[in-house]
């Protein structure tokens, strides 16, 4: 099955910076999600863009996508603390009842 | 609250010795999956069920079974521990919407240990 794969894995930042991961993936898809996990907790959806759509914003979230080159990314803004976390790009591939995840990019904010 | 409870939260266990994993939605959800998580893996899915007697194959489902008797409730079944099949075990539900427009909702995790 398909997966999407995270850039860059780990990502080190000051509070109040912006954060920007990358994601990609191989086939067709239906939508591509954004999820966050905490230390070992599970993961909680961030943000859904369908293939259709190209960009969608949910509060400091951005997120864009680009289904000619089968990429995504997800920018957080005005970074803080609490959004020290993994992150992981997940695709809903089409004609399978399915979501692959990727391998996560490890996201550290510096207070 | 609308969640998705997986229980026990941690388990240590013994080569060979069935156990089950139970995960539980009262969110009415039609579709409900098992994914494992392994470090430099990510996430792999183990099965999934589109609906009640209803369950399909994942990635990775050797090892492992399922069933989906009633709605709420979605079982992951060990009938013989390995030690590779110590994991952090993730439980996961969703409407069936048109196209699963809607995002999915995880469960705490089970970190299980086979010695």
């Known amino acids: 099955s398909q997966q999407g794969e995270e850039d860059p894995q780990a990502l080190s930042i000051q509070e109040g910076e912006n954060a920007t991961m990358n994601c990609s993936y191989k086939?067709?898809?239906?939508?591509l999600q954004w999820y966050r996990q905490n230390s070992g907790r599970g993961l909680v959806h961030l943000i859904l863009?369908?293939?259709?759509?190209r960009e969608k914003h949910s509060g400091r979230l951005r997120v864009t996508l680009d289904t000619s080159k089968k990429s995504s990314s997800l920018l957080i803004t005005a970074s803080r603390a609490a959004d020290t976390a993994s992150y992981f790009c997940a695709t809903d591939a089409r004609g399978n009842n399915r979501l692959a995840f990727g391998k996560g990019n490890q996201v550290v904010v510096i207070p | 609250e609308a969640q998705v409870t997986q229980n026990p939260r941690y388990l240590i266990t013994v080569t060979g010795k069935k156990l089950t994993v139970t995960c539980s939605q009262n969110?009415?959800?039609?579709?409900m999956s098992w994914y494992r998580q392994d470090p430099g893996l990510g996430l792999r899915q183990i099965y999934y069920?589109?609906?009640?007697?209803?369950?399909d194959k994942g990635d990775v489902p050797e090892g492992y079974k399922v069933s989906r008797k009633e709605k709420r409730n979605f079982p992951l079944i060990l009938e013989s521990p390995s030690p590779n099949q110590t994991s952090l075990y993730f439980c996961a539900s969703r409407h069936n919407r048109q196209g699963a427009l809607s995002g999915y909702t995880f469960g705490s995790g089970t970190r299980l240990t086979v010695v």
């Open positions: 863009i369908r293939s259709n759509e």
């Open positions: 969110m009415n959800h039609e579709y």
């Open positions: 086939t067709s898809i239906n939508n």
């Open positions: 069920s589109m609906n009640v007697e209803v369950t």
